[in-house]
């Protein structure tokens, strides 16, 4: 099965680590986290950056910013 994250992308469910809500990219920890991603290229924009509702992490060292909601 496959998670439609925004635009044309979709994910495998094997490769989810996590979808979390863009708000805890406030706390230092994931702070860090995102900008050592960022650092690194593993970041990939769903949408653009401003219409980011959630990241998702994944297993093949990608984080997408997406649209979605982590609820969802």
Not at 51 to 57: I, P, Q, R
Request: glycine letters at 8%.
């Amino acid at each position: 099965m496959y998670l439609h994250i925004g635009g044309d992308v979709t994910v495998s469910f094997k490769e989810i680590v996590g979808v979390f809500d863009i708000r805890a990219s406030h706390s230092e920890t994931t702070s860090e986290f995102l900008r050592t991603a960022l650092e690194e290229g593993f970041i990939v924009s769903v949408g653009g950056l401003e219409s980011a509702k959630s990241f998702v992490v994944s297993d093949r060292n990608r984080v997408y910013y997406s649209p979605i909601a982590s609820n969802t």
